[in-house]
């Protein structure tokens, strides 16, 4: 696809263009300058609107999609009980079309909150239908998306280490790398809790074989930390370093109650701690020390995390949230200035940022920022972090494809969407025994 996009501001890593152009040829950035573009070219789609502010597409480091049904359960309950009165219950009564279209309003959501990769922790993996509906979802829409195949093989929901690693298997041989490369595939181990030593390295070294990351939640609660302190008589990151688990390729989400040998481990490794901000408050599981994290050198990305615990996927929400918890949590009001913020929502799944340059993957998100919510900008930079919400994403590309444009979805037909998931949502939530009738 060719592509121009002009009159926008444009969020490069060192600065920001206030008047500039962009311009995409099939699936990568051509070039980028200042003040007026070239001349169109004939076969070129020209984008441009009243005051857009150009960036990298987000990325969306933690969700899990077929919770879009699920929101609305978690206020004002512990984890544990929340998962076992509620969420158990309706992951346990989901069909493979109730996952499609949970997954479907999710991406559209996910979409709508400016991310153009998303790394799902599929927590769904009855079967390879119900796994396979969001690969399709996903593909048919044009994201790029990981598919963390989620397990447990202890405890609730446990299942067999054979199944999980038959059932990996099967993901990269049929779709890691499928849909141009858009679709990639992980290894999703639950919690350290629920997970045993030799299936955990096991499947890494299966997802390393590929190529392809590990993603966890890793202390979220200090109950959880307690779980595996007594277990194994090691905190969990300390547990996974033993275990050979941490890595580069090693996604370690929450981290909120992280001890300072925990932290020396995850920067010795080169992990990846991913932020939940909302999802954290929500359950009331603490905050993550981001800026202590970054200040010695942790990656960190940033998760809006599923529906049930966060209701929105809106990525810009969940940068606001950021950059509001580590102020609050740190009495330092720069404690995480706006270019940081934006910078945990840039973390690609492989540890690269993602950035505005030529050559770069044309993952772009356009913000308008001409509203009444936003004006007047000082620092376009400060409006995306403190002001923009989701409705102000008039566009987004994935791959040199557009997907929303001018606040509409190129090729879905969104209110016929909606309508066929409110029904939906209501007859699985009768199914889980949580409505009357
Ligand atoms: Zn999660």
Redesign the pocket.
């Known amino acids: 696809m060719a592509l121009l996009i002009r009159n926008a501001a444009l969020l490069l890593p060192d600065r920001v263009i206030a008047r500039g152009w962009l311009r995409v040829r099939g699936r990568f950035i051509a070039a980028l300058g200042e003040g007026d573009a070239p001349p169109p070219d004939p076969e070129e789609i020209v984008l441009e609107s009243r005051a857009l502010l150009v960036l990298p597409g987000l990325v969306n480091a933690?969700?899990?999609l077929e919770q879009t049904f699920m929101r609305g359960y978690a206020g004002g309950k512990p984890l544990l009980v929340w998962l076992q009165r509620y969420i158990w219950k309706l992951q346990a009564a989901m069909d493979a079309e109730d996952v499609r279209l949970a997954t479907w309003l999710g991406l559209l959501d996910a979409v709508r909150g400016g991310a153009t990769t998303i790394i799902d922790?599929h927590k769904v993996p009855f079967s390879r239908q119900h796994t396979e509906s969001v690969l399709k979802a996903a593909t048919q829409l044009g994201v790029r998306l990981v598919l963390a195949r989620a397990w447990a093989d202890v405890g609730t929901g446990a299942e067999s280490p054979t199944v999980i690693l038959d059932d990996l298997r099967w993901l990269f041989a049929e779709w890691h790398g499928a849909a141009e490369g858009r679709i990639q595939i992980a290894n999703g181990p639950l919690a350290p809790w629920r997970c045993s030593a030799e299936t955990l390295q096991r499947t890494t070294a299966l997802a390393r074989a590929h190529g392809a990351i590990t993603h966890c939640?890793m202390n979220e609660t200090q109950h959880e930390v307690a779980l595996t302190l007594r277990a194994t008589g090691l905190r969990p990151v300390a547990w996974f370093a033993r275990l050979g688990v941490l890595g580069h390729d090693f996604h370690a989400?929450h981290g909120v109650w992280l001890d300072d040998e925990e932290i020396a481990l995850l920067r010795r490794h080169s992990a990846q701690v991913t932020h939940?901000p909302a999802?954290n408050a929500t359950l009331a599981s603490g905050i993550a020390p981001v800026a202590r994290l970054l200040r010695e050198g942790v990656r960190v990305g940033l998760g809006s995390?599923?529906p049930a615990?966060n209701d929105t996927q809106d990525l810009l929400e969940s940068i606001r949230w950021a950059a509001y918890l580590q102020r609050a949590h740190t009495l330092d009001p720069e404690a995480l200035p706006p270019r940081e913020a934006v910078r945990l929502a840039l973390q690609r799944p492989d540890g690269s940022e993602a950035a505005l340059r030529p050559g770069a993957p044309a993952d772009l998100t356009l913000v308008d920022l001409q509203r009444a919510h936003i004006q007047p900008v000082h620092d376009p930079l400060a409006a995306l972090v403190y002001c923009a919400r989701n409705s102000d994403v008039w566009g987004v590309i994935v791959d040199g494809r557009v997907i929303l444009r001018a606040g509409r979805f190129v090729d879905v037909d969104e209110d016929a969407l909606l309508a066929e998931c409110r029904a939906r949502a209501q007859h699985l939530a009768r199914r889980a025994g949580l409505l009357d009738s």
Do not use: K, R
Request: glycine residues 10%.
């Open positions: 933690h969700t899990h922790h939640h989400v939940c999802a995390d599923g615990s």
